[in-house]
């Protein structure tokens, strides 16, 4: 009697002991488990404020000074709609606009999560003297050039049209490569090369139709 009782007692030690070892297990797993989801998602945040600081003062002056310039080159897209005499530079200044109307608010969320101003300047007032535009934005149209631009019609307009935007055009790739050779941001310097890529295109189609290609 006294052995069944000492091997039932002993039974119950031992099952006791599994069961504690069980829960000292699970505590530990359930430690480990939120002390791993901790770390991830600590890397990961790290990660996103790595991703959104990841930029430098290049990112920023290229996005402030290209939200203009494409604006600018919108506007002056948009009157070929109704000013331009021939197809092609109708459906040039068409896919202008599609091309850059995105790109402007791409960088505009840019400067938003960077905690920069936005540019909020309407396109052709007057950037400084001449077609130079003004400091950081070569190939900026003044307010003369705009309003004589409004104000053609035609072939007239074709032939100001295309001699203008070829010039814009240029600062923009002028613009993008300063962005690629300085910048930091791989969004900013990756919409720099296709800025180039593109706009170079325009540029020999454009000249093209001026009779210079």
Request: hydrophobic fraction near 40%.
């Amino acid at each position: 009697m006294s052995s069944t009782r000492t091997l039932v007692r002993r039974a119950v030690l031992a099952a006791t002991a599994t069961a504690a070892a069980f829960v000292l297990a699970a505590c530990g797993g359930d430690s480990g488990g939120d002390t791993a989801a901790d770390a991830s998602a600590s890397s990961s945040a790290s990660a996103g404020a790595d991703a959104a600081g990841a930029h430098n003062d290049q990112d920023v002056a290229f996005a402030q000074g290209m939200i203009p310039h494409h604006q600018q080159a919108v506007q002056m897209a948009k009157m070929a709609a109704t000013q331009a005499s021939s197809a092609e530079v109708k459906d040039l200044a068409s896919r202008i606009e599609k091309a850059q109307d995105p790109e402007i608010r791409t960088m505009s969320e840019w400067l938003k999560t960077w905690g920069e101003d936005v540019p909020s300047a309407m396109p052709g007032m007057d950037h400084g003297g001449g077609h130079s535009g003004g400091a950081g934005m070569p190939g900026m149209m003044d307010t003369k050039d705009m309003a004589e631009l409004m104000k053609a019609s035609g072939k007239g307009f074709d032939t100001m049209f295309l001699t203008m935007m070829v010039e814009h055009h240029e600062g923009a790739v002028q613009m993008a490569t300063t962005e690629k050779d300085k910048g930091r941001y791989g969004p900013a310097t990756q919409l720099a090369d296709a800025v180039i890529t593109a706009q170079t295109a325009e540029i020999k189609e454009m000249n093209k139709l001026l009779g210079k290609g």
